[in-house]
């Protein structure tokens, strides 16, 4: 039976603190003199109170969260946070339906980076600061969930954690949970700290620099220019970002072990390796493929490329440039690494890589299988055996991806028949990645989308999100019976 109360305490003590975050963009806003300071207090006010009535009517249980109670206080968490934070953006003004507010919101907590603003410059400095925020808020939580619950829950194969952490796996976290936190949360600030401070020195102005930090440790990519990073014309930036980017999609396991000085032990671990070479190869095809079909040269080509390929695989979904103009077969590519995400244990979206190479692997074995029938050919990642039941997860979780990405692009080729901008959109949000294809390419925006529209990719983002079956179990009936 679920436990509500263990859950709406949960719940009160997640809006106590959204609420507190909120009160850091009031004070970037007091701090530029705009009148939002004063909505968005009032929504920290309302967030706050309705957080405190919470704690303080319901008790403390004695009982603990069990399996049932954490798969419904998962999505509870982002449609939460997504439904009080979009109240920034409705209180201040500088949108005018629920609908546009909801749609920024979930696009934030889910660090997807997609968004309704035509003219992002012209935005309060409180609300770039809360948009960049709620990228952070979303990246910390996403962490929490894959190191905590979704090893758990044993969604769509995340036990893989066993398999993939080298000296801190899912079974040893899970007795420490305190502790667990606290090294997230270093490794998570400690990182977003240097990155500040770097984009700092190197000519970007503070509040663009932590803002930009944010959104690239979340791997979310909002930025507070409309011209995204091409904004500040510097690859020395521009090179900053593409290390962070990469730190990001990396499993934060393997960041615990080289801040603990195992380097040699991270290193030997089988899904970064095939991070790096994923990196490496798509760097080097744009990199070819824009020196053979654009002006560009040498260096420009390679920055471009790298930056790109990084992004999207990543799934922050900054720009420098538009990618669409490029040669078609490019963003092709690109388009590819869309299906692809970086590691499991990292703040990135989509399908994640380990998934993508046990399948494979799995794919090759059976060949062999075929041609010796009686031999036993088991898959191993990191030279350990992986389970059948981890297998099978991870075919479920891939093909429910694909069949969702397929019906998501029937739905919304209803509200826009334009294929490739259906397809960008779509893979976009179910990827958490951002930008797309069409006319959702890069600095374009999702204003002109009808309501329900946004409404489809906001549940898209929080399905991708969420590992998919996380959401979809609430829709079956067999969850409710006691």
């Given at each position: 039976?679920?436990?509500?109360?263990?859950?709406?305490?949960y719940s009160?003590?997640?809006l106590f603190l959204?609420?507190i975050?909120?009160?850091?963009?009031?004070?970037?806003?007091?701090?530029?003199?705009?009148?939002?300071?004063?909505?968005?207090?009032?929504?920290?006010?309302?967030t706050?109170?309705?957080?405190?009535l919470?704690?303080?009517?319901?008790?403390?249980p004695?009982k603990?969260?069990?399996?049932?109670?954490?798969?419904l206080?998962?999505?509870?968490?982002?449609?939460?946070?997504?439904?009080?934070?979009?109240m920034?953006?409705?209180?201040?003004?500088?949108?005018?339906?629920?609908?546009?507010?909801?749609?920024?919101?979930?696009?934030?907590?889910?660090?997807?980076?997609?968004?309704?603003?035509?003219?992002?410059?012209?935005l309060?400095?409180?609300?770039?600061?809360w948009?960049?925020?709620?990228?952070w808020?979303?990246g910390?939580?996403?962490?929490?969930?894959?190191?905590?619950?979704?090893p758990?829950?044993?969604?769509?194969?995340?036990?893989?954690?066993?398999?993939?952490?080298?000296?801190?796996?899912?079974?040893?976290l899970?007795?420490?949970?305190?502790?667990?936190?606290?090294w997230?949360?270093?490794?998570?600030?400690?990182?977003?700290?240097?990155?500040t401070?770097?984009?700092?020195?190197?000519?970007?102005p503070?509040?663009?620099?932590?803002?930009?930090?944010?959104?690239?440790?979340?791997?979310?990519?909002?930025?507070?220019?409309?011209?995204?990073?091409?904004?500040?014309?510097?690859?020395?930036?521009?090179?900053?970002?593409?290390?962070?980017?990469?730190?990001s999609?990396?499993?934060?396991?393997?960041?615990?072990?080289?801040?603990?000085?195992?380097?040699?032990?991270?290193?030997?671990?089988?899904?970064?390796?095939?991070?790096?070479?994923?990196?490496?190869?798509?760097?080097?095809?744009?990199?070819?493929?824009?020196?053979?079909?654009?002006?560009?040269?040498?260096?420009e080509?390679?920055?471009?490329?790298?930056?790109?390929?990084?992004?999207?695989l990543?799934?922050?979904?900054?720009?420098?440039?538009?990618?669409?103009?490029w040669?078609?077969?490019?963003?092709?590519?690109?388009?590819?690494?869309?299906?692809?995400?970086a590691?499991?244990g990292?703040?990135?979206?989509?399908?994640?890589?380990?998934r993508?190479?046990?399948?494979?692997?799995?794919?090759?074995l059976?060949?062999?299988?075929?041609?010796?029938?009686n031999?036993?050919?088991?898959?191993?990642f990191n030279?350990?055996?992986?389970?059948?039941?981890?297998?099978?997860?991870?075919?479920?979780?891939?093909?429910?991806?694909?069949?969702?990405?397929?019906?998501?692009i029937?739905?919304?080729?209803?509200?826009?028949?334009?294929?490739?901008?259906?397809?960008?959109?779509v893979?976009?949000?179910?990827?958490?990645?951002?930008?797309g294809?069409?006319?959702?390419?890069?600095?374009?925006?999702?204003?002109?989308?009808?309501?329900?529209?946004?409404?489809?990719?906001?549940?898209?983002?929080?399905?991708g999100r969420?590992?998919?079956?996380t959401?979809?179990?609430l829709f079956?009936?067999?969850f409710?019976?006691?």
């Amino acid at each position: 039976m679920l436990k509500y109360k263990v859950i709406l305490r949960y719940s009160g003590l997640l809006l106590f603190l959204e609420g507190i975050a909120m009160l850091l963009a009031m004070v970037a806003a007091s701090v530029y003199k705009e009148p939002v300071s004063g909505p968005i207090f009032i929504a920290s006010a309302i967030t706050i109170g309705v957080g405190i009535l919470i704690l303080t009517f319901i008790p403390s249980p004695k009982k603990k969260p069990e399996k049932k109670d954490i798969i419904l206080l998962v999505p509870l968490t982002w449609i939460l946070l997504s439904l009080f934070g979009a109240m920034p953006y409705l209180l201040s003004g500088v949108v005018n339906s629920f609908t546009d507010a909801w749609f920024e919101s979930v696009s934030g907590f889910t660090t997807t980076g997609s968004t309704i603003f035509n003219h992002i410059d012209g935005l309060p400095h409180g609300i770039l600061f809360w948009r960049s925020l709620t990228q952070w808020i979303g990246g910390i939580a996403i962490l929490f969930l894959a190191f905590i619950a979704f090893p758990i829950l044993r969604i769509g194969g995340m036990q893989i954690f066993i398999l993939d952490s080298p000296g801190i796996t899912s079974e040893r976290l899970r007795p420490q949970i305190q502790s667990s936190v606290l090294w997230l949360l270093g490794i998570y600030s400690g990182l977003t700290l240097l990155e500040t401070i770097l984009l700092s020195l190197e000519g970007m102005p503070f509040f663009d620099a932590i803002c930009h930090s944010f959104s690239t440790l979340s791997t979310g990519g909002f930025s507070t220019h409309q011209q995204g990073i091409s904004y500040f014309h510097s690859p020395l930036i521009e090179y900053t970002l593409i290390v962070f980017m990469i730190l990001s999609g990396i499993n934060y396991a393997l960041l615990y072990l080289v801040s603990q000085g195992k380097i040699r032990k991270a290193i030997k671990n089988e899904e970064l390796r095939c991070y790096a070479w994923v990196i490496v190869v798509f760097t080097g095809l744009i990199t070819w493929g824009l020196l053979m079909t654009t002006p560009q040269g040498y260096e420009e080509a390679f920055r471009n490329g790298l930056f790109h390929v990084v992004a999207i695989l990543t799934t922050t979904g900054f720009y420098t440039t538009d990618y669409l103009s490029w040669y078609p077969t490019l963003w092709y590519l690109l388009f590819f690494l869309f299906f692809v995400g970086a590691s499991v244990g990292s703040t990135s979206g989509s399908i994640k890589l380990i998934r993508i190479e046990l399948l494979l692997k799995n794919t090759l074995l059976e060949v062999k299988r075929l041609l010796n029938p009686n031999a036993i050919i088991p898959v191993r990642f990191n030279k350990r055996l992986v389970p059948d039941r981890i297998k099978n997860n991870i075919v479920a979780f891939t093909l429910t991806y694909i069949l969702i990405f397929i019906i998501g692009i029937i739905l919304f080729s209803l509200i826009d028949p334009n294929l490739p901008s259906a397809l960008g959109a779509v893979a976009g949000a179910l990827g958490n990645i951002g930008p797309g294809l069409g006319h959702f390419g890069p600095g374009n925006s999702y204003a002109t989308v009808a309501p329900a529209g946004k409404l489809l990719l906001s549940f898209l983002m929080l399905l991708g999100r969420l590992e998919i079956f996380t959401l979809l179990v609430l829709f079956t009936r067999s969850f409710w019976k006691h």
